[in-house]
């Protein structure tokens, strides 16, 4: 029977989220309307997506024995993530800085932390250790690159699709790129990997050929407002963006990589585990916050019976 779960190689935070009516400028204090700690981390949120979008969801990286190595393991079982390969470290726990201005849009400092301590051969203990019942890995860049590059050629070799949002972006290794099967970069990513300003779908189209001459099978290159372009060697297929109101884009990406992860999974096509994520992402952006805007597959499917598409049972 093929394996319906997601193993995601990634970090784990402690998001402290300032809001504010503006971003302060270089020097500028501005006040805040509020404040929140919540989990997140690349890894934390893709795994908690992927795990509310149905898929078992197993999670490996990094905790601190700081109280907030305790907040963060609490709401990752308490969303349904399996924590077996989770490593509480003597160290801190990771710790993204926030600030969201009125109108949804964010910067972000990640002080990685703990998740600087996951080793090559913690990863390969979890990829033994979930074989045979996960059959799509994701990775991201806030661990070390050398780690990630690791769990790609490793989670290759295993059998299992590999999902790399290369976020935040950082210069890889050629070598790396034949075991990424989808790659899922933003339009900065996107820009900051090849080279090619990415401000259109045909611009979006050049960059996703870098990503294919290197031996990518699949560039999925998301758009904000403008949806997703799907490229592989067969054809490019762009898919528009769901209307909603955005809030907080805080873990959109994320929400979209999780459910099209958790799809992929699942065994659903190519098409709908795209239109399953950029639905999950767009409900991601109309709540404040990462790990509490993370949208369910109840949610997902609502959303898109709304726009007259067909869901996956």
């Not at 079982?77 to 926030?98: D, K, N």
Request: aromatic share 4%.
């Amino acid at each position: 029977m093929r394996p319906k779960g997601v193993v995601v190689v990634g970090s784990i935070s402690a998001d402290v989220t300032a809001f504010a009516r503006r971003l302060p400028r270089r020097g500028e204090t501005v006040l805040g309307d509020d404040v929140t700690v919540n989990l997140g981390g690349k890894g934390a949120n893709q795994a908690v997506a992927a795990a509310r979008a149905g898929a078992p969801t197993w999670l490996v990286g990094c905790v601190g024995t700081d109280p907030f190595g305790d907040i963060v393991s609490s709401a990752l079982r308490a969303h349904g993530v399996t924590l077996t390969e989770v490593r509480s470290v003597g160290s801190r726990t990771g710790i993204a800085h926030i600030r969201v201005d009125a109108s949804g849009e964010n910067d972000i400092v990640m002080t990685p932390l703990a998740n600087a301590d996951l080793t090559a051969e913690m990863v390969d203990e979890s990829i033994r250790a979930v074989r045979g019942r996960a059959g799509v890995l994701l990775l991201q860049l806030e661990i070390p690159a050398e780690v990630a590059c690791h769990a790609a050629e490793a989670g290759a070799r295993a059998g299992l699709t590999v999902v790399l949002d290369p976020a935040p972006a950082q210069p890889l290794p050629d070598r790396v790129w034949p075991h990424v099967a989808v790659v899922t970069p933003n339009e900065s990513e996107a820009a900051a990997l090849t080279g090619v300003e990415v401000v259109d779908v045909e611009s979006a189209e050049r960059a996703a050929a870098w990503f294919l001459d290197r031996g990518v099978r699949h560039a999925l290159i998301t758009l904000g407002s403008a949806g997703a372009l799907s490229v592989t060697p067969e054809r490019a297929r762009h898919f528009p963006a769901y209307p909603v109101t955005p809030v907080d884009t805080t873990a959109a990406g994320d929400a979209f990589t999780g459910s099209f992860g958790a799809a992929l999974a699942a065994g659903l096509d190519v098409s709908t585990a795209i239109r399953r994520g950029m639905a999950a992402g767009a409900l991601a952006t109309t709540l404040p916050g990462a790990g509490a805007s993370l949208p369910d597959r109840k949610a997902v499917d609502e959303l898109l019976d709304a726009m007259g598409e067909e869901t996956a049972h």
